[in-house]
């Protein structure tokens, strides 16, 4: 066959309205998303499932790790949804003492403040 004729399913712009919309509005009727319209919440039984998202530190930088962190809890608490748990992702507090530290110390360091002997 020559190059003109062949075609391929991959060719062309992913469109992710093509494929996500169908995706997102199947878990919107099947009730995925509110656990209480699944037929194992209404059971006296149904076990919860919380997680909790750490925010960004208080240096601002985000990396990987956010990433990773938030696309794995979001797939575990999703499957747990799916599974009938009632879920609970909560935003959870500062995770990086030591970078906090670090920041508010050389703030005060440029103030001339040590936090040990106080103003120097």
Known sequence: MSESKK??????????????DKIYSSWEKSGYFNPDKLSLANDKKTR??????????????L???HALE???ID????????????????PGTDHAGIATQNVVENKL???????ERGIY
């Open 63 to 65: 990396h990987m790790g």
């Open 70 to 72: 938030n696309t794995l």
């Open 48 to 61: 919860k499932f919380t997680a909790i998202m750490a925010p960004p530190n208080i240096t601002g930088s």
């Open 7 to 20: 075609t391929n399913a991959l060719d062309g712009k992913y469109n992710s309205t093509q494929i996500e």
């Open 75 to 90: 797939t575990i608490v999703r499957r747990k949804r799916m599974q009938g748990y009632k879920t609970l992702w909560v």
């Open 109 to 115: 360091a440029k103030k001339k403040i040590n936090r």
